[in-house]
């Protein structure tokens, strides 16, 4: 059996430990929710003021050219891109992930309308905004959108068929946490003259992603997640630069005109990723999403060669392999099953746990105490589900035992049977 | 001839003059740009201190429940329908002016697609973003996007023909300052059998409107101009109430679902303006926005009947007349001339001038002063601007005349001929 003395001294040896002192955390809480919203670095708080008080307050319109504001999308995106496999250039850091979507899945699309494909094809178990923005998509643009289980994507009898105009899927599943191969997938799509759009919100930050080497299409992702880039931060987009220069996305905005200062009548897209800018950008959120870049780009020390997601990944699978080894040891007759995949190279950063009852107010028991995890219901095809996300680079070995301690506790003392943990009134 | 000291009289007797304690102003600075961003509101750092450390630092992810950030875009929205002559739960504050200009210009062509109307109407001095966003969408929908000036929009051959399906206008015209009549022009659109989309980019926070009393269709407008919400703050749109709950916009997010947190697969749009809701928003960049439209709403007090907007208007007029008449007294033989409407009825909160030559020149040369303006430049059709934003909020008597006693040393010193004035290298 490991001990809490055990995770201690793995603790100790742990190279990585010192990236917490990056955060500000609660005191009394194990943060198992960092894949819902990243914890506040340290340094955030200084630099939004200065951006408040003296690039806006003192500034004023002078910071646009002495603060560098227009830069920023592009060199948030370099940042970005140090963390998913793409160039510099290729990134840009604006709106939100459902907006970023709709443009990069209208993009592909118009790469494919004349082609006869007709189906947009995705997973049923897909984040839902996802779903909502190709629906929409789908019926305003004449495709159809096929909703599959991740089985059916590869071997005989593959849903990747001539009739394929776009697969779009996300990385690591919110649920249950499964990842896909983006390599032999996109390969797989490719074959079948399909384009791919990788969802990224559970991947930046969380896992190593190589949208070049996968031969990826376009990409987006979430900036307010393992990125840490504080609530509603803004999302990103990737192109490859096989498209960039030569699809057009529809939310025309000034930051992606060819001149934005000219103030000329016609819309004239920027060269490369660009263009996949549209209206003015929230500022003071922009300054919140590059510190929390900063932190996760800290890993880079630790891995020079391959970079900061090569160093959190070890970390993150002893965390969640320690995770599943504590809750199997010690949750045993529970009635706790495991739904995120054993195999590392199908595995995210979070672990998730299915029960036949009681997941919700088990979750709402262990936020009780301090140990934030989250719930996601489930429906007649999925079970409910007990979520708990695991970043590196604040959490300790420790954090893990303690965690499941209080599982162990909530469930021996059924404490989650008490009213207040059932009533299903909680917005997350 | 007017004195700095009857400008000071005016200050002495002036109401309003205490709403300027609200707010921080760098000093030596005269600020004649609120149009292109607003100043710092006193509250906001601090406020946004809170939310960083607090809600996004401390509550993390409880706060979605215990911060209400779910409410906030329609929270928030209330507060600007307050001085658009809109209703509580018709406005909602998120994403930017050209992706809300996208959603609510996309529902109104949905409304007219099976009318055979193929044009979407609008001014050839529209700003340069609304237009793009209009050329990408009646390219995509098939629409033809016609552009006219301002006088071919009434009497005898007017383009509101039974071919227009809709008339997209900006109320106050960013370059020169000129206010459309809504009312009588959304009734001669309607007698049209057109729709109206009015951008409200340079009315809200600037000029009375009265969006639900004009019987307007669509408005979409900007946080950061006149309502002080911050560099990039989020924007707002309006839908009239007849058409909120049965049209659609494609950025269709689970921020505008019926039933954000059922996480169902399929899309279901929320009821009223919600719908126009997509991803999520940046929680820190909407607390700017609150703080600044706090700076607005205190002008209620000044008016308890009309509102805010009445109680500013008044001084707003008062500092555009006098700017005007200061400016035809004491730069006779300048070669200025006045853009922007004499007449109260067409005049927003803003007077443009131009000048045959070194109109750029003058305004880096005013800005070196601390006299802060901006520069528009024209075309074969439209003369160089520049262009002084008058916000009542924070502006005094004493201010006008000392940006034209600037203006007139500027002039009568040639000092805008100095070659450092002439580089055209600003991003403003």
Redesign the interface.
């Known amino acids: 059996m490991t001990t809490l003395e055990d995770c201690r001294a793995l603790d100790a040896q742990d190279p990585l430990r010192s990236l917490r002192d990056q955060f500000?955390l609660?005191e009394g809480?194990i943060?198992l929710?960092g894949n819902?919203?990243g914890?506040?670095p340290k340094a955030?708080?200084a630099r939004?003021?200065e951006v408040?008080?003296q690039?806006?307050?003192?500034g004023?319109?002078?910071?646009?050219?002495t603060a560098s504001?227009?830069d920023l999308p592009q060199r948030l995106g370099d940042k970005v891109a140090r963390l998913i496999g793409a160039a510099p250039g290729e990134v840009v850091c604006t709106?939100?992930?459902?907006?970023n979507l709709?443009k990069v899945l209208f993009a592909a699309l118009s790469q494919q309308k004349d082609t006869g494909r007709k189906l947009v094809v995705s997973e049923?178990s897909n984040f839902?905004?996802d779903?909502?923005?190709a629906?929409?998509?789908c019926r305003?643009r004449g495709f159809t959108l096929k909703?599959i289980e991740a089985g059916e994507l590869q071997g005989p009898g593959s849903v990747l068929t001539d009739e394929v105009a776009v697969l779009m899927l996300t990385h690591v599943n919110y649920r249950t946490g499964a990842m896909h191969d983006m390599k032999a997938i996109t390969a797989a799509a490719h074959a079948a003259g399909a384009l791919t759009v990788w969802d990224l919100a559970h991947s930046a930050g969380a896992v190593p992603v190589a949208l070049n080497d996968s031969n990826a299409d376009y990409a987006i992702g979430?900036g307010?997640k393992y990125l840490n880039g504080?609530?509603?931060?803004?999302?990103f987009a990737w192109v490859h630069a096989r498209h960039a220069n030569k699809f057009?996305q529809?939310?025309?905005?000034?930051?992606g005109?060819a001149a934005p200062?000219?103030?000329?009548?016609?819309?004239r897209p920027a060269a490369g990723v660009g263009r996949y800018l549209?209206?003015?950008?929230?500022?003071?959120?922009?300054a919140?999403l590059e510190c929390g870049l900063d932190t996760v780009l800290a890993a880079e020390a630790f891995d020079k060669d391959e970079g900061a997601m090569a160093a959190l990944r070890a970390k993150s699978l002893a965390l969640t392999d320690l995770f599943i080894r504590l809750v199997e040891e010690r949750c045993v007759g529970q009635g706790l099953s495991l739904v995120t995949p054993r195999e590392h190279a199908q595995r995210g950063s979070q672990v998730c746990l299915s029960r036949g009852e009681g997941a919700y107010a088990i979750v709402q028991a262990l936020?009780a105490r301090g140990v934030?995890g989250?719930y996601?219901?489930g429906d007649s095809q999925m079970p409910d589900i007990l979520r708990f996300g695991f970043t590196p680079l604040y959490l300790g070995f420790d954090d893990v035992w303690n965690s499941v301690e209080h599982l162990v506790q909530v469930l021996e003392s059924g404490e989650w049977k008490r009213e207040e943990f059932n009533r299903k009134n909680?917005?997350?």
């Open positions: 500000t609660p809480v943060y929710d819902s919203l914890v506040l955030a708080p939004i003021a408040v008080t690039e806006w307050g003192q004023l319109i002078r910071s646009w050219n504001w227009f709106d939100s992930t459902s907006v709709y049923r839902p905004t779903l909502y923005i629906e929409s998509l305003e909703l979430c307010y504080g609530p509603g931060a803004p999302a057009e529809p939310l025309s905005g000034w930051w005109h200062f000219e103030f000329t009548p016609h819309y549209c209206g003015t950008q929230p500022i003071i959120a922009l919140g936020i934030i989250d996601r219901a909680a917005v997350t």
